[in-house]
């Protein structure tokens, strides 16, 4: 393994050189609020229904767009089977407000641009509302900061979030290996890129408290940022096994579909590259309780290390239910965001299709609904509900997909 370690810090004489305070300020606040940015769960994750265009799996809780893997072994009923058609009504929102992505612009506002780059697919109540945060990082960005961190009082950042994603498909080929007692087996085998990043972020509770206090700092304090990114490109080889399990209570209509399903996935990693970023930010106040800049301290420091080989594996398991006119799904996974359940049910009536499901991911529960309304035999519209906390406060908004599915024929 070869790893390469590089460290980058402001020094006393490198700060003095600058021009003055507030652009001293404006340098390192624009810094640190790159990593602050991070917070925000910019990267697809695997199970992301930010990124799905589908609103019937959204509604469904199987959030992603990811082919469940047990109920892929099911086979797809032809209302299963269908092309997708999104229609992108966040866009409408993203692009109305093009400044925040323009660092040249007095606008720019990287925390809500993250926040669109997070979920920019779907329609997003109260995503454009200003407030607290939306003054700071305004002030940040102009080289306007208060050294009275109260007057940003309302703002509350979690203070220790996590986030990563994760981009992990795999090509290859599903075998049906008979049956016996009733049971249906298959195995999997297959390969495909897996790319994944995390970061993990812990702002000082003290500086939260001192934002939202209604007296100054404490004079002659420090507060501190932590973050940590990790990024890992791989290549994955796949080995799973299947297998349907009759439940006589859902077979009883007698279809050769019903049933319990269950999968796992084996996936070998093999190392291409890895990547790590620490960075420590510190605020220190003066004798008056305001933000100052000491000349013997470090207000940013940050430390990289890199390899190009490395070995691992990760497990994916998945379940499904076959119920006649119902189709349920669950899903359970650990790893990247530590425990995360996704699950959901669908149920099928003539011209209507209802459903309901969420996910619990990083300690919140996001619920989600939907329905489906098949205007013919082949051509339908999804329209789903959940909610989402892309932003830094993980504040949960309601957000809504749309789009239309035209069944494959025959």
């Not at 299963?80 to 692009?95: A, K, N, T």
Request: charged share 20%; with cysteine; proline share 4%.
């Amino acid at each position: 393994m070869r790893i390469r370690t590089s460290n980058l810090s402001c020094t006393g004489g490198q700060r003095s050189r600058a021009v003055g305070l507030v652009k001293k300020f404006r340098r390192i606040a624009i810094s640190v609020l790159g990593a602050i940015c991070l917070l925000a769960p910019m990267a697809v994750p695997g199970f992301s229904q930010n990124f799905s265009g589908d609103a019937r799996i959204i509604g469904m809780g199987s959030v992603g767009g990811q082919k469940n893997m047990a109920l892929k072994f099911a086979g797809e009923t032809p209302r299963e089977s269908y092309r997708l058609i999104p229609v992108p009504l966040g866009l409408f929102q993203v692009l109305r407000h093009t400044e925040v992505f323009n660092p040249s612009d007095d606008r720019f506002n990287p925390i809500r641009a993250i926040e669109y780059a997070a979920n920019p697919l779907h329609l997003t109540i109260g995503r454009n509302s200003d407030g607290a945060g939306e003054q700071l990082v305004t002030d940040l960005v102009n080289g306007q900061l208060s050294r009275d961190l109260t007057a940003y009082r309302g703002f509350i950042p979690k203070s220790n979030i996590k986030a990563s994603g994760l981009i992990d498909p795999s090509w290859g080929k599903e075998f049906h290996l008979g049956s016996g007692k009733g049971l249906l087996h298959g195995v999997y085998i297959g390969s495909g890129p897996y790319i994944s990043v995390a970061t993990n972020v812990n702002i000082d509770q003290n500086l939260i408290d001192v934002i939202n206090a209604s007296t100054p700092a404490q004079p002659n304090s420090s507060y501190t940022i932590l973050n940590r990114t990790d990024g890992q490109l791989a290549g994955a080889i796949t080995g799973g096994y299947r297998v349907r399990i009759p439940v006589p209570v859902f077979s009883k209509s007698g279809s050769g579909r019903n049933g319990l399903y269950l999968a796992a996935n084996y996936n070998y990693l093999y190392g291409l590259h890895y990547d790590t970023v620490d960075l420590t930010a510190r605020f220190d106040t003066d004798a008056a309780g305001l933000v100052t800049l000491a000349p013997a301290t470090v207000p940013l420091a940050v430390n990289r290390e890199m390899s190009t080989t490395g070995r691992g594996f990760a497990i994916d398991l998945a379940s499904g239910v076959v119920i006649d006119r119902w189709s349920a799904k669950l899903e359970l996974a650990h790893g990247l965001q530590d425990y995360e359940f996704h699950g959901g049910a669908e149920y099928h009536l003539a011209m209507l299709d209802v459903r309901g499901g969420g996910r619990y991911s990083r300690d919140l529960f996001h619920p989600s609904a939907g329905i489906g309304l098949n205007l013919s035999e082949r051509i339908g519209i999804d329209v789903a509900a959940f909610t989402t906390a892309t932003n830094i406060e993980r504040e949960r908004k309601a957000s809504f997909a749309v789009s239309l599915r035209i069944k494959n024929k025959n």
